[in-house]
């Protein structure tokens, strides 16, 4: 059987000239280290995506089997999108599969390279004829137990501490300690969540995107959010059943019908409309999730879309083993306070780049 060395990196060779394998080449050149080789590109096209000039492009797909011999891969990836009815599966099956060559859908490679969904080639048939997408039974009742005892106890063990933050903040700035704000949850049913107050109350109507509000930030309010104090009062949220320790970060209730709206138009290989965002609401929103870790906070609908990217990753592998792992991060960051660079420091704001939406839909959003 053949099986990729130790010592060398891996060869990859893509089937299919399509949006998600730019997608791919992007993602394995951005990466450091032992990063795979792209040995080339497979298809009968030669319009279309443009093939990027570091990697040779092989034709037709009916010469599978001799470009396997020419460029011996350890993994070929399968990315026809809507042209899977051309699939050479006798090539695969008797050049690939019989000889130990790993064959993997296109899609499902990316998701482990990045972490996140390609929403923008993701087929609707490959969520509905999902082995998996969402949480098991037994990881829901895990989910739900670690966050009713972590919830139940850190409310104990954090009173004090957020009796000195309430009064920090009421001595800073007039106004409520609490900021409470009618969110998403899960199965789309909308909550009260609560957090300390952040910033100073608004004298004018803005939009609920971050870097437009980074003016009201409070002195107490940056260090909050660099240790991530400001979310504490949610402890409660989670004993009342409305949330769990991890899961996506609950949007607006504003929010809702915006980034429903844009979701469903971002898939470029059906053109369809299709609601990946309502995805989201399979499992409850929680305290921390895996965009929160593995991304920054979203300015613009484009950084939104790259953050569900993220979160529906979270949704269609959520177990035990990727909530323990979320926490760690999470502990990490509230120890060291890494992001507080970004929050105490003064940062240029750069606008939105805009979409193209209804002329009704102004709301946007801040996590």
């Known amino acids: 059987m053949r099986t990729a060395s130790t010592w060398r990196r891996e060869r990859l060779l893509i089937i299919g000239r399509v949006a998600l394998t730019e997608q791919i080449l992007v993602e394995i050149e951005s990466q450091s280290g032992?990063?795979?080789?792209?040995?080339?590109?497979?298809?009968?096209?030669?319009?279309?995506?443009?093939?990027?000039?570091?990697?040779p492009l092989f034709g037709p797909v009916s010469r599978l089997a001799d470009i396997?011999?020419?460029?011996?891969?350890?993994?070929?990836?399968?990315?026809?999108?809507?042209?899977?009815?051309?699939t050479p599966i006798g090539a695969l099956v008797e050049s690939c599969i019989a000889r130990g060559i790993v064959v993997e859908d296109a899609a499902d490679f990316y998701e482990r390279l990045t972490g996140k969904l390609a929403i923008e080639s993701l087929l609707p048939t490959s969520i509905v004829f999902s082995r998996r997408f969402g949480p098991s039974c037994l990881d829901c009742l895990f989910a739900r137990a670690l966050s009713l005892a972590v919830?139940?106890?850190?409310?104990?063990?954090?009173?004090?501490?957020?009796?000195?933050i309430a009064l920090a903040v009421k001595l800073e700035s007039p106004g409520p300690v609490l900021f409470v704000q009618a969110r998403i949850g899960a199965?789309?049913?909308?909550?009260?969540?609560?957090?300390?107050?952040t910033m100073r109350q608004a004298d004018r109507c803005n939009s609920e995107w971050?870097?437009?509000?980074?003016?009201?930030?409070?002195r107490v309010g940056r260090w909050l959010r660099a240790f991530r104090l400001d979310e504490l009062p949610q402890f409660v949220n989670v004993l009342r059943g409305e949330m769990n320790l991890v899961g996506p970060r609950p949007h607006p209730v504003s929010n809702f019908e915006l980034f429903t709206l844009v979701s469903r138009n971002?898939?470029?290989?059906?053109?369809?409309?299709?609601?990946?965002?309502t995805l989201r609401t399979m499992v409850r929103p929680g305290l921390t999730g895996w965009a929160q870790v593995r991304y920054r906070y979203a300015n613009n609908l484009e950084e939104e879309i790259e953050k569900l990217k993220?979160?529906?990753?979270?949704?269609?592998?959520?177990?035990?083993?990727?909530?323990l792992r979320i926490l760690i991060h999470t502990i990490k960051v509230v120890l060291s306070g890494h992001p507080?660079?970004?929050?105490?420091?003064?940062?240029?704001?750069?606008?939105?780049?805009?979409?193209?939406?209804?002329?009704?839909?102004?709301?946007?959003?801040a996590a």
Do not use: W
């Open 34 to 55: 032992r990063r795979p080789v792209v040995v080339g590109i497979v298809d009968d096209l030669t319009s279309g995506v443009a093939a990027s000039p570091k990697y």
């Open 68 to 86: 396997v011999d020419e460029t011996q891969p350890d993994r070929v990836l399968l990315a026809l999108g809507e042209r899977r009815s051309r």
């Open 151 to 164: 919830a139940a106890v850190g409310l104990v063990l954090t009173a004090p501490l957020m009796a000195i």
């Open 187 to 197: 199965r789309g049913r909308p909550f009260k969540l609560m957090k300390f107050r």
């Open 210 to 218: 971050e870097c437009d509000n980074r003016d009201r930030v409070t």
């Open 266 to 277: 971002v898939n470029e290989v059906t053109g369809s409309a299709i609601g990946y965002y």
């Open 310 to 323: 993220y979160d529906l990753y979270y949704v269609k592998y959520a177990a035990a083993a990727l909530d």
């Open 340 to 365: 507080a660079a970004a929050v105490l420091q003064p940062v240029q704001d750069v606008a939105p780049t805009p979409l193209a939406l209804p002329p009704d839909v102004t709301r946007a959003h």
